[in-house]
T-cell receptor, first 114, second 117 residues
Framework: DAGVIQSPRHEVTEMGQEVTLRCKPISGHDYLFWYRQTMMRGLELLIY????????DSGMPEDRFSAKMPNASFSTLKIQPSEPRDSAVYFC????????????FGPGTRLTVT | AQKITQTQPGMFVQEKEAVTLDCTYD???????LFWYKQPSSGEMIFLIY??????QNATEGRYSLNFQKARKSANLVISASQLGDSAMYFCAMRDWSGGSNYKLTFGKGTLLTVNP
């Protein structure tokens, strides 16, 4: 079975540009999570969805960040406009309902904003 | 206050020996879960082991075991018979319910384990 799929794996962009990160969760999983990992702040939960509905977006740093989940098999995290401090590895993870303890992470997208 | 504290930025262990990675947590919830994840140099996050706050026995998964001491609020990871492939960053995390959301997973800063041959 395919795991969580993220694209792109690496993204280099210039400050001010729009960046869109994509995630395909494991089929059948009803929870989807977006995390950001930096050296300074470690791994932070940005937002999570249950059955395509955003449940908690309190971790989203500011209005420049937005996330959507139009259907059960696809989610996006958008940064507009991007800033150098957004440089990080962004992980998407999914889990199946009651088995919340076992989140499956994607390989991550390494974002560099110059 | 930090919810998850991993006091060991780095640990070294000899191959085939056991190693304990420390984790303490802070929550006022009665129902919570504790996790350990492994992140090798390739970057992916790999789930290792889970302990629920109401679980009577310590969780075990192969060479991994979780030394759960509820009164002390600690959830240390024990890796037995270390292998070179165990060299990685290890993260302790806690799921609890905070504020208005019904779920929150908070990660510690991690411990970098190096297994020496």
């Amino acid at each position: 079975d395919a795991g969580v799929i993220q694209s792109p794996r690496h993204e280099v962009t210039e400050m001010g540009q729009e960046v869109t990160l994509r995630c395909k969760p494991i089929s059948g999983h009803d929870y989807l999570f977006w995390y950001r990992q930096t050296m300074m702040r470690g791994l932070e939960l940005l937002i999570y969805f249950n059955n395509n509905v955003p449940i908690d977006d309190s971790g989203m740093p500011e209005d420049r960040f937005s996330a959507k989940m139009p259907n059960a098999s696809f989610s996006t995290l958008k940064i507009q406009p991007s800033e150098p401090r957004d440089s990080a590895v962004y992980f998407c993870a999914s889990s199946l309902g009651l088995a919340l303890y076992e989140q499956y992470f994607g390989p991550g997208t390494r974002l560099t904003v110059t | 206050a930090q919810k998850i504290t991993q006091t060991q930025p780095g640990m070294f262990v000899q191959e085939k020996e056991a190693v304990t990675l420390d984790c303490t947590y802070d929550t006022s919830d009665q129902s919570y879960g504790l996790f350990w994840y492994k992140q090798p140099s390739s970057g992916e996050m790999i789930f290792l082991i889970y302990q629920g706050s109401y679980d009577e026995q310590n969780a075990t998964e192969g060479r991994y075991s979780l030394n759960f001491q509820k009164a002390r609020k600690s959830a240390n990871l024990v890796i037995s018979a270390s292998q070179l492939g165990d060299s990685a960053m290890y993260f302790c995390a806690m799921r609890d319910w905070s504020g208005g959301s019904n779920y929150k997973l908070t990660f510690g800063k991690g411990t970098l384990l190096t297994v020496n041959p």
